[in-house]
């Protein structure tokens, strides 16, 4: 199962928004429904923020936005804040029960 | 709270085995998966598997069955992850996280452990 597409890097400066795209295939983000973000900040553990597409666990604020359209999923982050700057991955169940992590992308706030 | 606590950091030889434990506290073991991922240095997340806790079964990545194993302790609400003929490339930090699913990986990983650094060296 090779890991799903994210761009290596991305942008913004405060206040601004910035949108993170995720590609995978028919087999992964395409066939379910089951795709989900994850933030990591330097020598933490990840942290779940977005899960089956669009919703956003307990205590995760509206500026975090997902969505999928075909084989990719997208994740926006609004009103870019300065603890938004961490590193992003998306993550997609697989055929067979599996799950595929993407190639992360790292958030730097200007 | 919801806590997951991982054993320490290990430090193993090329070809040795290595056992990491996780311990659930805040919420019923039995309601809940638990997932395996691990994160080489500098590198991105690797999936590795997935157990249930309700009834044991597991589901492993292709890329590592054969040499990785995942049970629960039920009695101590721990989980293990044991990976065996360990070689360099599987130097890196390894997290569980409870998943919603019991009865397949739901893919909703919340919350994680602090993660367990494995180095192999000879």
């Known amino acids: 199962q090779s890991a799903l597409t994210q761009p290596p890097s991305a942008s913004g400066s405060p206040g601004q928004s910035v949108t993170i795209s995720c590609t995978g295939t028919?087999?992964?983000?395409?066939?379910?429904?089951?795709v989900s973000w994850y933030q990591q900040h330097p020598g933490k553990a990840p942290k779940l923020i977005i899960y089956e597409v669009s919703r956003r666990p307990s205590g995760v604020p509206d500026r975090f936005f997902g969505s999928k359209s075909g084989n990719t999923a997208s994740l926006t982050v609004s009103g870019l804040q300065a603890e938004d700057e961490a590193d992003y991955y998306c993550?997609?169940?697989?055929?067979?029960?599996?799950?595929?992590f993407g190639t992360g992308t790292e958030v730097t706030v200007l | 709270q919801v806590q997951l606590v991982q054993s320490g950091a290990e430090v193993k030889k090329p070809g040795a085995s290595v056992k990491v434990s996780c311990k659930a506290s805040?919420?019923?073991?039995?309601?809940?998966?638990i997932t395996w991922v691990r994160q080489a240095p500098g590198q991105g997340l690797e999936w590795m598997g997935w157990?249930?806790?309700?009834?044991?079964?597991?589901i492993y990545a292709q890329n590592l069955q054969g040499r990785v194993t995942m049970t629960t302790d039920t009695s101590t609400s721990t989980a293990y992850l044991e990976l065996t003929g360990l070689r360099s490339d599987d130097t890196a930090k390894y997290y569980c996280?409870?998943?919603?699913?019991?009865?397949?990986?739901?893919?909703?990983?919340?919350?994680w452990g602090q993660g367990t650094l494995v180095t192999v060296s000879s």
């Open positions: 996280a409870r998943d919603r699913g019991i009865m397949y990986v739901l893919n909703w990983f919340d919350p």
């Open positions: 157990i249930s806790a309700y009834n044991g079964n597991t």
């Open positions: 805040g919420y019923t073991f039995g309601d809940y998966g």
């Open positions: 993550s997609a169940s697989a055929g067979g029960n599996n799950v595929v």
């Open positions: 028919s087999s992964d983000v395409g066939g379910y429904n089951y």
